[in-house]
């Protein structure tokens, strides 16, 4: 009997491998795993895998819905599991898009976070200003892409409370940040608010080291790593969507644990 689903050509097997980022972002939560063989894709590209445009655009769609189910079952109430002090690493692995010795760290007398998008109060802040808020500590898993993990001891002000405290319009979708290096990522409102999510200052109650994101990184326990950006500069609430580095690749843009 022959399938309807049946490709009229004999398609080449690296087509997978020429989208292997997409798939893998759409992968990540499992809630696709291992569904795509050539004859899926196959069928959802009406049956031509030579088109690498509509290859790739099936892939994107089925990775914005992965992107939107994580979204809708996120609890922000939901406390990520917390570590005894005996566990943490010191000092924290290292990890960026380069290596160590390439970095170029902060200069802590200059440096201010500028504020931009919806927010009341867009006066920039200093590292000084940033230590007399509250601060919180939370000792969580700090989970990589790439598959490694590690418990760290982080400390600073909590997200909600800071964005509180400039007036930020705790009803939009996004907060963009950039950073000393270049980097950008976006997190929605949601991870934001999240007890556990800090603009992280201290690790293991110690002035965090220049490598790890001195003076002012992010650090929230329900995102994989690079979703946790280092030196930030510049913190945007907004409702567009902001560049993110690796999600603008086609990593997955929630990237939850």
């Not at 696709?32 to 892939?59: Q, Y």
């Not at 994989?224 to 409702?239: M, Q």
């Amino acid at each position: 009997m022959t399938s309807l689903f049946r490709p009229t050509r004999v398609p080449d097997p690296d087509i997978l491998h020429e989208h292997r980022t997409l798939i893998r972002r759409i992968e990540r939560r499992g809630l696709l795993r291992g569904a795509f063989s050539l004859g899926a894709l196959a069928m959802l590209t009406g049956c031509d895998l030579e088109n690498s445009a509509a290859v790739n655009d099936v892939l994107g769609r089925f990775s914005e819905l992965n992107d939107r189910v994580e979204a809708l079952i996120f609890d922000p109430n939901k406390l990520a599991p917390t570590y005894p002090e005996s566990m943490v690493l010191k000092p924290p692995r290292f990890n960026a898009f380069y290596e160590i010795q390439d970095l170029k760290p902060v200069d802590g007398a200059s440096w201010k976070l500028e504020l931009a998008g919806l927010i009341g109060d867009k006066r920039p802040w200093t590292k000084e200003q940033i230590a007399t808020l509250p601060e919180k500590e939370i000792i969580i898993r700090h989970i990589c892409v790439e598959g490694w993990d590690y418990i760290g001891q982080w400390s600073g002000v909590p997200m909600r409370t800071f964005l509180e405290r400039i007036g930020a319009d705790l009803t939009a979708k996004y907060i963009g940040f950039r950073c000393a290096d270049d980097y950008t990522v976006s997190i929605d409102m949601a991870t934001a608010l999240h007890p556990q999510t800090l603009l992280a200052t201290k690790y293991a109650r110690e002035q965090m080291a220049d490598p790890f994101g001195y003076p002012l990184r992010l650090r929230t326990a329900t995102k994989l790593g690079f979703k946790n950006p280092k030196w930030i500069t510049a913190i945007e609430v907004t409702n567009s969507y902001p560049p993110d580095y690796w999600a603008d690749l086609g990593f997955n843009w929630h990237s939850g644990i």
